[in-house]
Nanobody, 122 residues
Framework: QVQLVESGGGLVQAGGSLRLSCLAS????????MGWFRQAPGKERQFVAT????????HYADSVKGRFTISRDNAKNTVYLQMNSLKPEDTAVYYC???????????????WGQGTQVTVSS
């Protein structure tokens, strides 16, 4: 069982930066691939980024590649999402995910956080 708590969301102007954090409970955190997803109003939840258990492989959605960076600190049971050069279209609720699996047409996620709101003003 893993519980996830996100923090770090807020209101920022376009071009600004935010860093999201996701604190995980449970002794098995370091064994999980972790990810970030987001959901804008009226839209489906979408993939943002994933990171392997030891941090050596990361994947990003094309829309955030070069602007966002996912990282993790297994000693602190925390995964981060550094978001730079933010755009209004990045506005969404951002969710932390443990053990995400890409099934091709959709993602399967065993554990979700409650989400944190990110709002980017133009």
């Amino acid at each position: 069982q893993v519980q996830l708590v996100e923090s770090g969301g807020g209101l920022v102007q376009a071009g600004g930066s935010l860093r999201l954090s996701c604190l995980a409970s449970g002794r098995t955190f370091s064994s999980y691939r972790m990810g970030w997803f987001r959901q804008a109003p009226g839209k489906e939840r979408q993939f943002v980024a994933t990171i392997t258990w030891n941090g050596d492989i990361t994947h990003y959605a094309d829309s955030v590649k070069g602007r966002f960076t996912i990282s993790r600190d297994n000693a602190k049971n925390t995964v981060y999402l550094q978001m730079n050069s933010l755009k209004p279209e990045d506005t969404a609720v951002y969710y932390c995910a443990a053990d995400p699996t890409n099934l091709g047409t959709r993602w399967s996620v065993n554990y979700w956080g409650q989400g944190t709101q990110v709002t980017v003003s133009s």
